[in-house]
């Protein structure tokens, strides 16, 4: 395949946005770097309201940008990708206000081993809510940060105030990728099951180190959750 372009977009406002995936900015194929930006007030009828970015060879780096109240109806309403998709770094940034089904601040859902970083940042106040579809419900998982398939770094962060419906209010870690959390707060965020972090996978593991994870609500399983044993 092409090699992946480089774009930088600096310095910019980026509100209003309309779009099917990535409302606000939309990248395939790129090495794409966002820099002291603000997304703002932007909608994906799919998935990342504020920022899609897709394809194996990309790569998507958010430095000191704010990224708050954008809108998908599926997954990320801040930032996503997905189907074997890119390495996402969010650092020195924002996430809050942002809303979706699946991953309120941040969607990645890869199965080619691209992680997601997320260093010296801030996740706070996005949500997720579920739906009513063909007998089921849906939705309403990781208030802050959802992931499949994805190895997760998470460094001198705090993931606060994040709600979802059903399950993980501060992340959602699914299925098959270990995750490292370190010098980070992980409170006050809630939801049904597992209000703070939640890893689903009995053969993964969730290495905490100088961290706190307190002070999150659920139903059951306030702070962690582990539903597939280990």
């Known amino acids: 395949g092409l090699a992946a372009t480089p774009v930088t977009i600096s310095g910019v406002t980026i509100t ?74 969010i650092q020195q940034s924002s996430l809050s206000g942002n809303s979706a089904k699946y991953g309120g601040g941040v969607f990645v859902h890869n199965d080619n081993g691209n992680a997601l970083t997320i260093t010296g940042s801030t996740i706070s106040g996005n949500n997720v809510h579920s739906g009513y579809y063909d007998g089921y419900y849906t939705g309403g998982n990781g208030g802050g940060v959802y992931l499949k398939h994805t190895p997760l770094v998470i460094s001198n962060s705090t993931i606060a105030n994040n709600t979802a419906d059903r399950v993980g209010g501060g992340v959602v870690s699914y299925s098959g990728n270990n ?19 939640v890893q689903y996978d009995p053969y993964s593991t969730l290495a905490l180190t100088n961290s706190v994870v307190a002070g999150n609500t659920a139903t059951q399983d306030p702070d962690t959750g582990n539903p597939g044993g280990g």
């Open 16 to 89: 209003g946005g309309y779009s099917g995936k990535g409302g606000g900015i939309y990248g395939y194929n790129t090495l794409l770097a966002v820099n002291n930006c603000v997304v703002t007030g932007n909608f994906a009828s799919d998935s990342g309201g504020g920022i899609y970015i897709g394809g194996a060879y990309s790569v998507l780096t958010v430095s000191n940008s704010t990224i708050s109240n954008n809108s998908a109806s599926y997954g990320g309403g801040g930032v996503a990708t997905s189907n074997f998709g890119a390495a996402v770094t």
């Open 179 to 197: 995750a490292a959390i370190s010098n980070s707060t992980i409170s006050g965020n809630s939801a049904n099951y597992a209000g703070g972090i």
